[in-house]
């Protein structure tokens, strides 16, 4: 059975900081697409970085660039996502989510079209 479980959400003043983890069970195999998502109150879910786990390839949406950092950790089948400059905008639950590599990294970010869900980690950014 496959489990993604995330942690490290909180509550953080603009600006700060946080290093969210999602942590992977289960999955057969080195060779997978991991991505991070958020969904934001009354908002629609949005992709905000996914990485391919086997050569570290990776897209970010727009608004993260030059804030977030995703990377693996293969030994510890888990996945950090790294949020500096933290903003309010920036509230939302985080989901993290699998996928088996067919298409380019960017279109699972995009498309959403992930295999296994986390249960996800609230992060709030007070301003």
């Known amino acids: 059975e496959v489990q993604l479980v995330e942690s490290g959400g909180g509550l953080v003043q603009a600006g700060g900081s946080l290093n969210l983890s999602c942590a992977a069970s289960?999955?057969?195999?080195?060779?997978?697409?991991i991505g991070w998502f958020r969904q934001a109150p009354g908002k629609e879910r949005e992709g905000v970085s996914c990485?391919?786990?086997?050569?570290?390839?990776?897209y970010y949406r727009d608004s993260v660039k030059g804030r977030f950092t995703i990377s693996v950790d293969n030994a510890k089948n888990t996945v950090y996502l790294q949020m500096n400059s933290l903003k309010p905008e920036d509230t939302a639950v985080y989901y993290c989510?699998?996928?088996?590599?067919?298409?380019?990294?960017?279109?699972?970010?995009?498309?959403?079209?992930?295999?296994?869900w986390g249960k996800g980690t609230l992060v709030t950014v007070s301003s």
């Open positions: 289960g999955l057969n195999s080195a060779d997978y697409v």
């Open positions: 990485v391919g786990t086997s050569d570290g390839t990776s």
């Open positions: 989510a699998a996928a088996r590599p067919i298409v380019a990294i960017w279109a699972y970010c995009v498309y959403f079209d992930m295999d296994y």
